[in-house]
């Protein structure tokens, strides 16, 4: 079982920065992808970046140009870098891995962005 530590969560101010982290318990690249979520008060869970074991990256389109989500095999730990943040950005994030039929979520990290 992969146990994932999201952490870099906290309250900025709109247009300002955060890089969250994600630490897993064993080597990701033998993970075929790392995830992060985000979900708002009243809303569902979406999916915001996606890295693969070979380093594509997908994103969602509300985030584009704005999130970098990277990854260290060395230190076994995702990022996701966030620039320009919006008050709409404010969720709890959330790291997850993908192995082969297995899924693993971290406990999640409060992003809150003030206007």
């Known amino acids: 079982q992969v146990q994932l530590v999201e952490s870099g969560g906290g309250l900025v101010q709109a247009g300002g920065s955060l890089r969250l982290s994600c630490a897993a318990s064993?080597?990701?690249?033998?993970?075929?992808?790392m995830e992060w979520y985000r979900q708002a008060p009243g809303k569902q869970r979406e999916l915001v970046a996606i890295i693969s074991g070979g380093g594509s990256t997908n994103y969602a389109d509300s985030v584009k140009g704005r999130f970098t989500i990277s990854r260290d095999n060395v230190k076994n730990t995702v990022y996701l870098q966030m620039n320009s943040l919006k008050p709409e950005d404010t969720a709890v994030y959330y790291c997850?891995?993908?192995?082969?039929?297995?899924?693993?979520w971290g406990q999640g990290t409060q992003v809150t962005v003030s206007s």
């Open positions: 064993e080597r990701i690249s033998s993970i075929n992808a």
């Open positions: 997850a891995a993908r192995r082969a039929s297995e899924f693993y």
